[in-house]
């Protein structure tokens, strides 16, 4: 409590034109006519691992920076689009400005490079023809990570498509062998350096191009934490606002994280998850299916949620099983599922009871870990094939451990998709709510008889869905760039296109709402950022984060309303730095200091 009442006045100390508080960064950014460089991102960090503050320069090129915990040396990175980055490396807490010259960036490729994901995977889409195959292609092979970087982006060769396919089929993206044939050709026509650069950077020396961001924006201060290593993927995250610390989960080593935000080395630690008897590979693991020499997992944890008496929840999609993690004790309470497989998002409901989505097996599970008492919903499938395969699947998973099936990877003419119930969440009523990633469906289970009701979504790919303070559910189309809202009680959906340069190659995968408000926060999963959509004005803005390849995977709030999340993409060596890290935004940075500056904070 004593150190959340002097982050306002401390912060403030910060932005004042005299003496700097220790650890605190401040000038003016110009270009080399000295003309003002605005809603330039400037991130000073410090530490190993490292934590980076990043504040934006206004609309005179100022930028002033909180104090930073550590004592130092920082690193000092200043970039913006159509900017040359500029890197100061080892420096001391000045002790008076520092002002810095940005010099513009002419080189048309480096400026495509600068470009998000979603930019470049615009240009992919915009070759397609057929809009079911493109929605598919959306949905499929962006599941673990984005097009982000120059590994990702360079030209193939045949052989190199052929194990990035196999590769693709094995982690869930099944697309049919007409749209595998194709994707070769697709990418490597859309990303070639002669087409890609000349369409990304029409218009480079125009102002319109890449303009700064709006003032609401540059007011945010965003902090990011390193958390795990160059192997791990830091899936889930979730912020425990009674402990005041962070929990996350890194489904490639089999381990918890938790990191203090308010020490000043992040006071990271971490356990790992008991293996609980599973192999090397986790519980589905098939016959010649290789791993990846860096990868601990056994059980992949996925899910974490704090629950009502402050124990961790985790589910273990790999292993599966569900795990309770007691922060007091460090102990851990492992519960084998007996019926379903690969535990996927869970929520809490008011009687503390657990309830998850069973992604492979299309069912929702309930748990309570009061008597240890658990059972499973069977949701009904859009085809008979469809129901056929999920019941099944005990035959496959057994006949995999046989026999090599990496053959079959590829899918049919036609991909063969799954309903795959993917997010829940619990409405004010108790009615618990869930979505059917490939089915275009959302439904509800009634937590007392456990009736299940479907409803058809008119928008493709819903997935990790949440409720407001007033009951509507809000819902995340992944492949259909879009977010929507439904009336539990009127049955009826309203959408939205979120509003971004390129918003075609956006695949929102979670949002979350702020019930203090009812702000919407949204996944900019392609797109290196987060997105806040208001309700009342129906208005997008969207924070651009400060790493290239930021691939998130859910939201949660502080009890400051700070946004949280944590940065997923897979492989973490494509992430900017090669490392995870856990993200903070405060949007309302600027109030704060207003408010300690007057003296009313």
């Known amino acids: 409590m004593r150190a959340r009442r002097l982050a306002g006045p401390l912060l403030a100390l910060a932005l004042l034109p005299a003496a700097d508080a220790a650890g605190s960064f401040r000038g003016h950014l110009k270009s080399r006519d ?27 090129g100022r930028y002033a920076t909180p104090p930073l915990l550590s004592p130092g040396p920082y690193d000092v990175r200043v970039r913006r689009i159509g900017w040359k980055d500029l890197r100061l490396t080892g420096r001391a807490a000045p002790a008076g400005p520092l002002d810095l010259t940005l010099v513009r960036e002419t080189d048309p490729a480096a400026v495509a490079a600068q470009l998000p994901a979603n930019r ?36 193939h060769t045949p052989e190199e498509w052929s194990t990035l396919l196999t590769l693709m089929g094995r982690r869930g993206g099944m697309v049919g062998r007409e749209l595998r044939e194709e994707i070769p050709v697709l990418f490597d026509a859309a990303y070639a350096p002669e087409h890609a650069v000349p369409l990304l950077t029409a218009g480079m020396g125009a102002p319109g191009f890449a303009p700064p961001p709006p003032p609401e924006v540059r007011r945010a201060v965003i902090e990011e934490w390193e958390l795990g290593g160059r192997a791990s993927m830091q899936h889930d995250a979730v912020y425990d606002r009674i402990e005041d610390r962070l929990y996350s989960v890194d489904m490639a080593q089999d381990r918890l994280y938790r990191l203090d935000p308010s020490a000043p080395d992040g006071a990271r630690r971490s356990w790992d998850i008991p293996s609980d008897g599973v192999p090397l590979g ?73 309830w998850y989505t069973l992604a492979a097996s299309n069912q929702i599970g309930r748990f309570d870990p009061a008597t240890g008492a658990g059972r499973a919903i069977r949701l009904p499938a859009p085809t008979l094939g469809q129901a056929l395969t999920t019941r099944m699947l005990p035959i496959f998973l057994w006949v995999g451990r046989h026999v090599d099936l990496r053959s079959l ?142 691939y998130t995977r859910d939201v949660d709030f502080d009890a400051r309303g700070r946004v949280w999340t944590s940065n997923s993409n897979s492989p973490a ?23 300690a500056h007057t003296g009313s904070e």
Request: charged share 25%; glycine share 8%.
């Open 409 to 550: 990877a590829a899918g049919g003419r036609r991909a063969t998709t799954l309903p795959v119930p993917y997010g829940i969440d619990v409405a004010p009523d108790g009615a618990v709510w869930f979505s059917q990633l490939n089915a275009r469906r959302i439904g509800r289970v009634d937590p007392q008889d456990l009736s299940v009701e479907l409803v058809e979504t008119p928008f493709p790919a819903p997935r990790r869905l949440r409720f407001d303070s007033k009951g509507t559910l809000w819902i995340p189309s992944f492949s259909g760039s879009r977010i929507a809202r439904f009336d539990p009680a009127t049955g009826r959906f309203r959408q939205w296109k979120i509003d971004m340069p390129d918003a075609e190659g956006e695949t929102p995968y979670a949002l979350n709402v702020d019930r203090r408000d009812d702000t919407v926060w949204i996944c900019g999963t392609n797109s290196d950022s987060l997105i806040r959509f208001e309700p009342a004005s129906e208005r997008f803005t969207v924070y651009p984060l400060p790493t290239r390849v930021t």
């Open 573 to 595: 060596w494509q992430i900017e730095g090669g490392v995870p890290r856990m993200i903070r935004l405060d949007p309302h940075g600027a109030d704060a200091v207003a408010r």
């Open 120 to 155: 470049w995977y615009r240009l992919v889409l915009d070759r397609m023809e057929d809009p079911d195959q493109r929605e598919e292609l959306k949905r499929q092979c962006t599941f673990c990570h984005q097009q982000g970087s120059w590994a990702t982006r360079r030209l």
């Open 282 to 354: 986790g519980a589905f693991r098939s016959k010649g299916q290789p791993l990846p020499s860096d990868s601990r997992s056994r059980v992949g944890p996925h899910s974490i949620q704090v629950a009502p008496d402050g124990r961790l929840w985790i589910t273990l999609a790999d292993g599966n099983r569900l795990a309770g993690f007691d922060p007091k004790s460090e102990t851990w309470t492992i519960h084998r599922l007996e019926h379903g497989y690969y535990p996927h998002t869970l929520r809490f409901d008011a009687q503390g009871r657990i």
């Open 34 to 60: 000295g003309t003002p460089v605005v809603g330039a991102r400037v991130t000073v960090s410090a530490g190993a691992p490292s934590h980076g503050v990043t504040v934006f320069s206004d609309a005179t």
